[in-house]
């Protein structure tokens, strides 16, 4: 941006709270706008949605095996008669919850690997190979052996779903960081040597604090892409544990669960397989979009045009 | 040099909006002048006035959208550039007018060798083969002094220090023995030592070939040093127009002269503080309805605030966009001068 | 600027510094030579006073610049600032020398954070070094913010938009939170358009009278180092080959490269450029990896000697207070 | 005739990894071999024994097996050939043996050699099997698909440990079924053409045959039911409205059989308490909940047998209220109340007992819930009555947590994993069990007190119930004894209906086998005894 | 370069054998049976033996360093045998698969050309849409082609194989019938007719796979497009009077396929790791399908060797793409 921009109106005095002026970038973000709200609206239907459709979602109601949509059950039954539609719900609850968290774990491990390895030389080499180490990891002895030591502890510590659910968000976590570690370490590489950072040195600041103001900040976009990303590995990787047993108990419903169990039925019943296929991608999607605007919004720079 | 020839490049009117998200910026308004054979116009003006947009304007090398240029004509040997379909345009540049880019560090593709990317233009434009080219490019580095050419055909910008990478830059504009140069801020980046090799080969090149050059710098003092004409330019406007010693001499705008005043030197008296301009340069938000240095403009009145002013003549090819007649040290009477986008203007002595 | 606020206390005192930096090659990363980036400098800076350091680009005025600050951990060589031995301690030590010593950067828009508001970047050495609450901190770069010049109002903006002066009055007020004695310019005004460089420059002077600060004044622009320094020192490859007072540099160099670099500086006048006479040098720099046997200058020296090839020149003091590192002027 | 019908296109979606059934006891492997290699005899669908290399099956009563039931007499067939042409002989036979029971070699077929103490070759077509004890049921040895001939001449330098790295035998046996092995991919493909030495000279009518391997039920059962890209499909368990709607579109018919597999749920008698250590789930600590027998009873009477046959496997499942369902001759119907449900006698059972529901809806007595953890290998239909159960357990005040466990883990024998069917650190566990042909004598063994899986025996046995009573073990000691066939029948029966009034297993569902075959595939005859391929030299092509 | 390239490889040799003991211990620890397929009929003194006969019995580092000295001593002198019709492995034990009791590495041979033409070809496909795509994408920002892309490949994250697979076996091959559901490993192109087929079957797998790949690939190739096409150099490349489709395929391309290029270098273990689910999925049982048969049978050498090649690869790669891009990017130098 040029200097010529510089005498335009002079804002208001107050100290206005910065995020403020990054919702109102976020806001013009059309795309990142409806991102938003669709996942709001996923997000108050998985958890208040129950509070509403009380049919409980692991109640089998014989008569209603493999209905079609009615009345009762507006988006069916499956073959056991239980409430597609409040399993949905319940569904949406956990892999919406067990996708963010353990994007959120995935991407604090990667980025602290990145920028460990990234910002001090001499643990770079070590932490790289480390990462190298974890891609060449088979992931499902991996994760039996992982779950085979830690289901019992955990459940005892906090109870079975709170325990499993931990475990989950763990283990999705602990194998999932590397690309992130990759490229968060390639940037840093490159931010490191920035100017504003010596800067920073120059004042006596410590590394740590160099890192969490100056570094962290400004690798916001690789993250931003890592975090839509993560979200979708997550929600698809619990399907994928929870029909190996390695995840929730057989009678849970998860989203993506849901479709793997229904993707022998397309032919007979293509709305099962629909349903949790458009809840996955459509939400990842939406994170996708409200990620893209969120690093515009955080984006002073962006944020000034 | 060549007084009274018929100009190469005749430049009439020529405008550059940039439509962004937020607004459009009239970044280059009503420029007009000429450039005539063999002579050396420099440019002046501050950061973002306009220098760049105007010349890349003039050879269609401002990527549209966002820009949009329009103008009563750029006349380049008949042809009008801006009236050029692509492919005339492309038969032009880099044949008939070089380019010299600002920055030589970023202006070269780091990953061909520099003999490939001069050898470029010669075999499109001049249909050489490749050893005719490659012999034509070696002449070409030992040309703009580069030692052991043959060598370092095949090495790759990267290798070469910033000036020799300017003078790659310079080479490439040269290859197909251009009518007109442009180079644009070409030493902005470089060292004293090495700027001084480069204006020194600028004028033995000259010399030699005889091309008409634009140069742009906002350094008045390279200016003083190689220019025969100058043209200063404020705010998208050309403000100013003058031989050089003219110029500094009988400085008619305000903002040469201020220009003029800032400019520390080593060799002169030394000043005990440095003059300034204060306040800020203009947003180019819209045409420009007043004129826009009058927010900076110790001399300014209410004129100046609501008109902009035209190019009036202050004295032989000499002519300045403004209100206030220096010479006669008081504002102009209403009567308005010759009108913008004058062809042609006479004069210009030179230096060389 | 003012002559009386010169004193003769050395505030900073530099002997034999040299910093250079390690290449290593081969299968077992074998250091295998060094990069001579500042190769044994030795100069004094007074309390008040402003020394220039010029020369050619990539010639280690930064690295010296830096390593002064200790932002480098130097290689050989001792730093002495405001009477404290700072060349070997740790860099953890360094923390509370800190605020005494400060650096404004060459590219005001490279050392800003993007992402800081200009609250935040001028805030955060206070943050670091000083215990103030919040309303104190804000007070306190809004005060900040008035002695540079800048416009409160400003305070929540981002670097991107400002001006290039704005953005290096931030990064001078970065510099000035702390109450610093010692400034390190490093090029503060190369990368700003003319009339800007004008109002940087003044700035500067205006506060080295105020609050009584020492600059070492980073520039390859003469003309504005002979408007600012009150001495100059000349670099070239790593060493310091003329140090005079500021009259005595630009009217009577020494130095066959002082002498050149001078006379390479377009005049912004064409009666007076017509008439200078320039010496043009040949050939590029050599490498700080590699420098040539004899004076660093030999190989583009215009009136080279035998000896300069074989013989490193020591530095010399020709005149009180000027010092020259070359063969036509050794004396014994 | 041979050769005329042109290609066969076998599916089995778990991929056959070797041919050798000596290596690899798996059902996948067997039943491919069995293209190539043959036994003595086989049994046929209905479970009868046929001769196939044999000229006849021997008996007590035609003197083929001795009075002392220590020895039985095979003769071959004469004229039979190897595909390479070579003779078969009573030294191939006896080399089987000799190779199965070598020392080192891990062959997995070696208890159908048990007591064998010698192979007698009398003359190039006549071998006398010696036993150690007296063997009621003397067709172990060389019968069924589990234990066909091999080649001596090709196996002769791959006894003991060098069985594995005989890769090429393995591969490719000689043998004198209707195929010979011209490919093997493992875990693949297998590519095989007619033998030109098989005994009849009409048969196989197929020229060629590929059985593949790879992927899921559900694409098997597509690509013959829909697509008709293969001619048989082996093993379809998938929901039975998918496999009727696959049936519906014309392409190929499902056939099913039944044999001796049943589903059935396990019940825990010890404690699997974590905090027990090693103490976990050994017989020093009854189950604090099901040693009361009146709460396993409520939980057998809670299900809907017809109901989970309904859901889970249509018409290759049937109600049954038995551990050993077949043949006809040892099914009991002593326990037949179970077939239907019945929640409030359940409940009322319950609490007649003295387990009052709790506030939330789950029984308590003595301060210890009514609530169970129910463990299963992974599998749809698993989860689905998983699932299904654990609703009905709720209705009665049951309270049931559920989780399934990847079959790899849960089917291994490793010592270290807690999640083995064997250790059975859960409360109840569902899998389906079966026995080997017709004679139930060592199934039965299976509920012995020695039996039970326990630390001093890496947690081996198949006593997974830990079910303990000297009636029981006296019951099987009988039958080891007993060579009569009724008084045999008796005993199962007895000891059957033991296990079945105890609850200490609850069967849930009689299953058979389901196979896919095109309509253009004739002669295919399920077997369930064994293997499904067994008379694939009579299978032909359906001309239109 | 060479320098830089031969300290890598030998600072690889500890990594990798770090990695091959993490591997070992953790299929050690494991759960699962190499017997756990074995029907419940077999009692288990029989499996005790079966087990011991595969060596189960020795202590575990004996185990690994008899795998380390078959698979770095054994193996390579059995493919030289192979080879020159030399004898030097005669009689040696060879790394053998507990499921299949064969040669790992004759398997892995075996399984070689399906995962090369399958996943292969899709990875070769996918790159070769994926970068015209990025560039098109790229040169029009937020055209309506530009907005589909993001969108298509959105989707083509999001969407797992084992759905997408099912779901175009369901219309291309139930309903449709063009292309078979079954890949045929035993075919052989020997003329037009069969090479159609061989076209036909690989159609849905490749695609699935291809649509993956491309999605991440053609989003690196537009990112890296735009951060090169407002260069100075490419400003420099008009000004020359060159073509559009010079500048942008030539000028542009070059630079932007750089970090793209070592992108797509570290994708390239990943063909030989398989696609997993894409194989079983249409059955196409190469590596991917092998390795995860082999995982559920708990054939440890199997699942050792095949993970520890694919380690091999990742670090072997990762120092290709380094040293490629010290290649095509003349400034940056090793040493
Ligand atoms: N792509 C663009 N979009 C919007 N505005 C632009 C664009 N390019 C240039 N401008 C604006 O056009 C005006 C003139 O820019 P130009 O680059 O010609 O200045 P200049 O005189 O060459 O300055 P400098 O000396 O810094 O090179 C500036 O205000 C700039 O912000
Ligand atoms: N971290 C480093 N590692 C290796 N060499 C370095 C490092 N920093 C600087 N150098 C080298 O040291 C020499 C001096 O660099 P320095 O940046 O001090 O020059 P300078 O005089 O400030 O130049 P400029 O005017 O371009 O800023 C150069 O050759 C440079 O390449
Ligand atoms: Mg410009
Ligand atoms: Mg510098
Ligand atoms: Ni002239």
Known sequence: MSDATVTTTVKPKAPRNQWWDVWDQFKTHKGAMAGLIFFVFIVLAVYLGPFLWKIDPTYIDFRARNQGPSLAHPFGADQLGRDILARMLAGGQVSISVGLTAMILSLVLGTFVGVLAGYWKRLDGMLMRLTDLFLALPLLPLLMVIIMLFRDPLRKMFGLEAGIFILIVFVIGITSWMQTARIVRGDVLALKEREYVLAARSIGTPSRRVVLRHILPNIMSPIMVSATLGIANAIITESALSFLGLGFPPDYPTWGRLLFDAKDMIQQYPERVIWPGLAISLTVLAVNYIGDGLRDALDPRIRGR | MADGAAPVLNVRDLKTVFKTRSGSVHAVNSVSFSLKPGELLGVVGESGSGKSVTMMSLIGLIPSPPAQVSGAGVDFGGTDLLKASDDELRKIRGARIGFVFQDPMTSLNPVFTVGYQIMEPLRKHMKMSRAQARGRAKELLELVGIPDAERRLSDFPHQFSGGMRQRVMIAIALACDPEVLIADEPTTALDVTIQAQILELMHELRAKLGMAVIWITHDLGVIAGIADRVLVMYGGQIVEHAPVRELFKHPRHPYTRALLKTVPSVRGERAERLEVIEGQPPILRAEPSSCSFAARCPFAFARCLSENPARFDVGPGHDAACFYDFEAGAPRATVSAAAVGRPEFEGGAHAG | MLDDTKSNKVLVEVRDLKMHFPIHAGVLRKRVGEVKAVDGISFDIYEGETLGLVGESGCGKSTAGRAILRLYDITEGTIRIDGVEIGHTPQPDLRKMRPTMQMVFQDPQASLNPRMSVAAIIGEPLDEHARLSKAEKREKVLSLMDAVGLNRDFANRYPHEFSGGQRQRIGIARALALNPKFIVCDEPIAALDVSIQAQVVNLLEDLQEEFGLTYLFISHDLSMVRHIADRVAVMYLGRVVELASRETLFADPKHPYTQALLSAVPEPDPWLEEKVERILLQGDVPSPSNPPKGCNFCTRCPQVMDICREIDPLGQEIAPGHQVTCHLYQTT | ?544 | MLHYTIRRLLLAIPTLLFISLVIFLLLDLAPGDPMASIPLTVPPEVKERMREALGLGEPVHIRFLNWLYQFFIVEPQVAFDHLFGTDFSEGKQRIISFQSRSPVMSVVAERMPQTLWVVGLSYVFATLIAVPIGIISAYRQYSWFDQLGTFVSMIGFSIPTFFSGVLLIVIFSVTLGWFPSIYDTTHEVTDWSSFVFQMKQMAMPVFVLTLYNAAQVSRFMRASMLDNLNQDYVRTARAKGMSEKVVVLLHVLRNSMIPVVTVIALGVPSIFGGAIITEQVFQVNGLGQMLITAIYASDAPMVQTLTFIFAVLIVLFNLIADILYGILDPRIRYD
């Open chain 4, 1 to 544: 005739e041979r050769g005329s019908d042109g290609h066969v296109n076998i599916i089995y979606w778990q991929a056959p990894s070797t041919m050798n059934p000596y290596l690899s006891g798996g059902t996948k492997e067997l039943e491919v071999g069995s293209l190539v290699l043959e036994p003595l005899a086989r049994y046929d669908a209905e479970g009868n024994m046929v001769p196939f290399l044999a000229e006849s099956v021997p008996t007590v009563e035609n003197g083929g097996v001795s009075e002392d039931l220590m020895n039985v007499t095979w003769k071959l067939k004469e004229g039979l050939l190897w595909s390479d042409g070579k003779p078969l002989t009573s030294e191939d036979v006896r080399f089987t043996w000799e190779y199965c029971t070598s020392e080192g070699g891990g062959c997995s077929q070696s208890e159908k050699y048990n007591d064998v103490t010698d192979v007698e070759i009398v003359d190039d077509l006549t071998v006398i099997v010696h036993f150690g004890v007296p063997k009621p049921f003397p067709y172990g040895p060389f019968v069924g698909n589990q234990a066909p001939i091999i080649q001596k001449a090709q196996f002769a330098d791959c006894t003991g440990e060098a069985m594995a790295s005989c890769t090429d035998q393995n591969f490719a046996p000689i043998g004198t079924g209707p195929f010979v092995v011209d490919e093997f991919k493992t875990n693949d493909v297998v590519s095989m053409s007619a033998n030109p030495n098989y005994r009849d000279p009409a048969k196989p009518a197929f020229a060629t045959a590929t059985v593949k391997g790879g992927g899921d039920a559900a694409a098997a059962g597509r690509s013959v039911l829909e697509t008709g890209e293969f001619d048989y499909a082996w093993n379809l368990q998938l929901a039975p409205d998918v496999l009727a709607d696959m049936e519906s579109k014309g392409k190929g018919k499902l056939v099913s059989a039944f044999g001796t597999l049943v589903e059935r749920i396990m019940v825990n008698y010890t404690d699997p308490d974590p905090a027990l250590g090693d103490k976990r789930a050994t017989a020093a600590h009854p189950h604090p909940i099901l040693s009361d027998k009146s709460v396993r009873q409520a939980l057998s009477m809670a299900i809907d047998r017809e109901l989970l046959v309904e859901i889970g496997y249509g018409a290759a499942g049937k109600v049954t209220c038995n551990v050993l369902p077949a043949p006809a001759i040892y099914a009991s119907t002593a326990n037949d109340a179970c077939m239907v449900q019945d929640i409030e006698g359940a409940k009322a059972l319950l609490e007649a007992d003295g387990w009052v529901m709790g506030s939330d809806g789950i029984r308590e007595k003595d301060g210890k819930k009514l609530s169970l953890l129910f463990q299963t290998s992974t599998n749809a239909v698993r989860q689905d009555f998983q699932a299904i159960i654990k609703q009905w357990w709720n209705e009665i005040g049951v309270e049931v947590e559920l989780r399934n466990i990847d079959s790899s883990v849960f089917f291994g024998g490793d010592a270290g994993s807690p999640d083995t069917f064997q250790k059975f650190f859960a409360d109840v566990e569902m899998y389906a069990n079966n026995f080997d042909g017709t004679d139930p004598e060592a199934y039965m063994a299976n509920w012995e007190c020695k039996q039970a899986p326990r630390p001093e025996t890496q947690w081996q046995g198949n006593n997974m119930p830990r079910y303990c009573t000297e009636e029981y073990d006296a019951l099987v000691a009988e039958m080891a004894k007993t060579g009569d066939l009724e008084k045999r029948a008796e005993l199962a029966k007895t000891m059957n209906d033991m296990l079945m009034q105890d609850y200490a297993i609850i069967p849930l569902v009689y299953r058979g086998r389901v196979s896919a075959a095109s309509n253009t595939l004739g002669g295919v005859e399920i077997n369930a005894w064994d293997s499904e391929l067994w008379n694939a030299a009579d299978w032909y092509r359906i001309k239109e």
